[in-house]
């Protein structure tokens, strides 16, 4: 499974796209629910759909940003996201999905990880980092600087090798509350991940953790 190019490329080979053995891809997810991996979630040439009832993040930054490499089909494709990131962040109730089509002998497969479903254990990751193209929410931020030139963002920062215009428009704040969180995304990644009450499932036809 080959990630979307974003230059400095990080780990972005989790089992989304069923290359891997099964064991290989619960082997990843223990890894995750144990805290043990940095983690990385893309799809070449795809997004990817996430929900949380609830986000708390602390040292908020966001600035634009844009995604290229090529579909699964081969051909080349560039898109613009907003890089939201956390120094940390705690997640309650958190589900991603992504629709595969065409697997060989199979059809259409779709992946469906949930985590955090424990209002006491949520999902807990540091300098997580989050490629979004579309989202909804409520939204709560604490302190919040609007306008702050994208080189100049405080920790943690622009992500190293992010394709950025360091004099472009960001914005920071202390904290943020993010609630009934709906998102399409291209990339999440994170220094630590630890996905509490992990559950991995793979379905014949489409499921999504909502549709639109």
Not at 43 to 67: C, N, P, W
Not at 132 to 155: H, Q, T
Not at 181 to 192: E, H, L
């Given at each position: ?200 499932k793979l379905h014949r036809g489409t499921k999504e953790c909502f549709t639109g």
């Open positions: 499974m080959e990630s979307v190019a974003r230059g400095g490329t990080r780990w972005k080979r989790f089992a989304l796209v069923m290359v891997p053995s099964v064991a290989a891809t619960a082997a990843i997810g223990i890894g995750l629910a144990q805290g043990a991996l940095a983690a990385s979630f893309s799809i070449s040439g795809q997004e990817f759909k996430v929900t949380a009832d609830r986000l708390e993040g602390k040292d908020f930054i966001q600035y634009g940003s844009y995604v290229e490499g090529k579909t699964l089909n081969g051909k080349d494709f560039a898109a613009p996201v907003a890089v939201s990131g956390f120094r940390e962040a705690e997640i309650w109730a958190m589900c991603q999905s992504v629709v595969t089509p065409k697997v060989p002998l199979i059809g259409t497969v779709s992946l469906v990880l949930s985590a955090g479903t424990d209002d006491s254990r949520p999902v807990q990751a540091t300098g997580l980092y989050l490629d979004v193209s579309d989202l909804e929410a409520d939204a709560y931020f604490k302190k919040i600087d609007i306008g702050v030139a994208a080189g100049r963002l405080r920790e943690p920062g622009a992500q190293p090798g992010t394709k950025f215009n360091e004099f472009g428009f960001g914005q920071q704040a202390e904290e943020v509350v993010l609630t009934k969180v709906k998102q399409k995304a291209w990339a999440t990644t994170a220094g630590t991940f630890k996905l509490t009450d992990l559950k991995l």
